[in-house]
Nanobody, 116 residues
């Protein structure tokens, strides 16, 4: 089973930047559709961004213009570049293969904490 492992989170000041990585545990020829999700305390998990196998991207309104999802198939990795971070972006960020179903498994995620 190919697992996806998130990394790159941390604590930053509002207005700062982070780049999250979603890396496959083994080399694959190409990355299929992948989504970045986040979950803040007391809130449901929400979709942040998705990138398709055809490199089509979509973002939730809350992050449009600030976040950018990309892929590097040679590294079997999907990235989430986060600029202009806000306190409201504080959450655990997860990646997963799309489509997500009730049987989808989730990793540990990576914590992003933004302070004012």
């Amino acid at each position: 089973q190919v697992r996806l492992v998130e990394s790159g989170g941390g604590s930053v000041q509002a207005g700062g930047s982070l780049r999250l990585s979603c890396a496959a545990t083994e080399t694959i020829n190409s990355i299929k559709d992948v989504g970045w999700y986040r979950q803040a305390p007391g809130k449901p998990r929400e979709l942040v961004a998705v990138i398709t196998r055809d490199d089509v991207t979509i973002y939730t309104d809350a992050v449009k213009g600030r976040f950018a999802i990309s892929r590097d198939n040679a590294k079997s990795t999907v990235y989430l570049q986060m600029n202009g971070l806000k306190v409201e972006d504080t959450a655990v960020y997860y990646c997963n293969r799309e489509p997500v179903t009730p049987r989808s498994s989730w990793g540990q995620g990576t914590q992003v904490t933004v302070s004012s």
